[in-house]
């Protein structure tokens, strides 16, 4: 058995969050109705959602020597995620998040990347490298240097492992990258970006993910939010819709979508298939506050009760 069937590089932070009613324009000062802190970070976040899912996980990440560091750690460990690849910066802290969110669900978030910026590719050892030869799927984000990003999709696409990249926060995705890539998985902003398209419905997000795929990438995942999500897979679009909830924060979801994701693909599931299982987690998500702290476990999910796919 290989040692793991997921491995995962990418950010981990301490997100603030302050919760109010609206999120202000620039300039404004509003009073919050209330704040805490929340274990986060896309990579940290998508890790522990493997975990909870019932994946086999490795991470690895970059965390300062502080408080909030040796914190994740520990954190880490009550998830059950393998610690032994985690590195620690003796210069720059740990990264932090600060984020707003309305009384609708939606968010605001500034990042300070801390010792997530100084994730380079010499801080990935052999035995790091072998780890990822070793597993069926890379998954990486954009939290963390993109020659890093590169670095590692070049690597594992050579040894034969599917790489997914989530492409946010969006930053520089070369053509080169693209092209290593078994599939992207954006939102809606990310993929406008992506293929100069606006997407505002079906038809449009259609447009977007045939432009992307015509890049190089191999299969297209666009993220809708309550509409579902839209696959371009093989020439063939189909749209899984999302479940009817009742958002009351939208932190993570994208990250439990990516983690859910991973976890069926890297267990024989078809793309559809692991795209219901990733849609019903993240509409779990959803319904509860803050980003770690949401993320569901596998036992909630009701897999013989997922949501609908249909080809368009």
């Known amino acids: 058995m ?82 032994k690849f985690i590195l620690s910066d003796s210069e720059l802290p740990s990264g932090v998040a600060l984020i707003t969110v309305d009384k609708h669900g939606e968010n605001s978030i500034v990042v300070a990347p801390g010792a997530n910026g100084n994730l380079f590719p010499s801080d990935l050892s052999d035995n790091v490298l072998n780890e990822i030869s070793n597993s069926k799927i890379l998954l990486i984000q954009l939290e963390i240097p993109v020659e890093t990003v590169n670095y590692l999709a070049d690597y594992a696409a050579s040894k034969g492992v599917k790489v997914i990249l989530n492409p946010a926060p969006m930053n520089e995705v070369s053509a080169d990258l693209l092209k290593k890539l078994y599939a992207i998985t954006p939102n809606k902003t990310e993929a406008e970006i992506l293929s100069g398209v606006k997407v505002k419905n079906i038809d449009t997000a259609k447009k977007a993910a045939k432009i992307i795929y015509e890049k190089g990438v191999d299969n297209v995942i666009i993220t809708l939010g309550s509409q579902g999500a839209l696959i371009y897979e093989a020439g063939k679009f189909s749209l899984v819709e999302a479940e009817k909830v009742q958002a009351v924060d939208t932190t993570a979801a994208g990250d439990v979508f990516n983690g859910a994701l991973v976890v069926s693909l890297s267990q024989g599931k078809s793309l559809v298939d692991a795209t219901k299982f990733a849609c019903q987690a993240a509409a779990i998500s959803v319904t509860r506050i803050g980003a770690q702290s949401s993320i569901p476990y596998r036992n909630e999910l009701i897999i013989e009760n997922l949501p609908l796919g249909k080809s368009l």
């Open 2 to 83: 290989k040692s793991s069937d997921v491995v995962i590089v990418g950010s981990t932070n301490m997100d603030m969050v302050v919760n109010a009613d609206r999120i202000p324009v620039p300039g404004e000062t509003i009073l919050a109705n209330n704040f805490f802190m929340n274990p986060g970070g896309k990579g940290a976040n998508q890790a522990v959602a493997v975990a909870r899912l019932g994946g086999q996980i490795i991470f690895i990440t970059k965390i300062g020597n502080d408080v909030f560091g040796h914190q994740s750690i520990q954190l880490f460990d009550d998830e059950g995620i393998d610690t």
